[in-house]
């Protein structure tokens, strides 16, 4: 049986691909074998990886189906790069820095828009967001390269410590060798390693409200007004119940609870 | 009479416009106005500006024509890069440099490919190039941090003194700013002011082979067989014979001819 990309190019279904994807997620042995046993007659030859996603999205549960939708989740932020370092900001606020995004800095040289501005015990740091529309590309040399060069000019112009980079993707072997060489600090997937961005946003059960299993419409008009957690959904449930139709507002915080309670 | 421009957008053709490229190229008043004339009769409602550009540039004559040719000339060396690096090492040998291009460096972090690396009196300099494949873009101050950053790692790894970037369009006002002030030569189109990468070419003669009138098929050979320069045209000419139609070999060694001669 064949499956189809998003690429669009088609390549034979591997079981195994489905089966690592939950156990990343925390599924348990058999929860996966209970899974794999309901997915298969539902399965066709040329059916697109993105349906076997959904259907296996929507047979785990609660902060399983989190973990599992979360590069994906990050990824419904773009297209645009600002969602993603509005989500940074927030994980950073987790970890005790007081931020604040898209701030315009002097540097020695020249003002420089700076995507995370944060500090936390006298120590001011700079973030950097690149916010990638495609997985499987890596944020390459020549990125942190430009960021630490930003960051030199900015250092003297408005005393700031450290800088920080961070993607939503993996970084080259390049990148990753040169940011420990300099001091540039990298966060994105599973970056520093075991400490990434999916463990910021486990640790500090902060997740994308575009995980949630939504129409794409539904996912637009929260995004269009500032819910960018699972949690806003929980906090601002009343202007969700305004926003969506019933049915959609009632599921979307369910969901939401499910996620969070555990 | 409306225009189509290279974007498929239409406007209201502008004499003007054809004019002022006239000028810029050196041709007299006198010459202009023929040029005019004798383009009126030929335009007609819809024409491309690339067609009115192709018949300016059959009616002015030898170093006009290549003048009013080169923006254009160093665009069609692209779409890779490779060729603008050449053209750009080729230009700074005339400037008494000794250049090896793509050389690979070692900088204090990481290993670097350097466009073009040069010598002079003692002095060690890399060029880094930056092609664009559209004219009216502008180098932006990311490419500029970039470069500086690449230039300081590889200072400390490799003796290199200091760092120049060119490219073919001109530079972002961000971009000009920054490289006064870190001390990073920017050289694109009239920059640096008076002695950009035009004036180099113009100072040296050193012309790209694809500022001549030829089919795109008989460029692309010209290219693919190390033909950057106008230059190379008349000191490969036997090459050329072979390589192209005898009418073709003919009409392109006779244009380089014309304008290098004068």
Redesign the interface.
């Known amino acids: 049986m064949r499956v189809i990309k998003r690429s669009g190019e088609s390549e034979e279904f591997d079981p195994k691909k489905t089966v690592n994807a939950m156990v990343r997620s925390g599924a348990s042995d058999e929860e996966i074998k209970g899974i794999m046993e309901a997915l298969e007659p539902q399965l066709y030859d040329g059916i697109t990886t993105e349906e076997i996603y959904s259907m296996v999205r929507r047979m785990l549960q609660g902060r399983k189906a989190a973990r599992y939708s979360l590069k994906k989740g990050i990824l419904r932020l773009g297209p645009e790069g600002e969602n993603f370092e509005t989500y940074v900001s927030r994980l950073y606020r987790a970890e005790g820095y007081e931020t604040k995004t898209r701030q315009f800095l002097n540097g020695?040289?020249?003002k420089h828009e700076v995507d995370v501005l944060m500090t936390r015990d006298q120590e001011r740091v700079m973030v950097e967001c690149k916010f990638h529309n495609y997985l499987g590309i890596k944020c390459t040399?020549?990125i942190a390269?430009?960021v630490?060069?930003?960051f030199?000019?900015v250092k003297e112009g408005s005393n700031i410590d450290r800088p920080i980079l961070a993607t939503n993707t993996r970084f080259s072997q390049?990148a990753l060798?040169?940011g420990k060489?300099?001091g540039l600090e990298l966060l994105g997937w599973n970056s520093p390693e075991g400490n990434g961005i999916e463990a910021l946003a486990e640790r500090h059960r902060l997740f994308p409200v575009t995980i949630l299993d939504m129409r794409k419409s539904d996912q637009d008009i929260l995004l269009d007004n500032h819910f960018i957690l699972v949690n806003d959904v929980l906090d601002r449930a009343k202007d969700v119940r305004r926003l969506l139709s019933k049915e959609s507002a009632e599921s979307v915080i369910a969901q939401g609870n499910e996620i969070l309670a555990c």
């Open positions: 020695r040289c020249i040399i020549q390269l430009y630490f060069a930003r030199l000019d390049d060798q040169y060489c300099v």
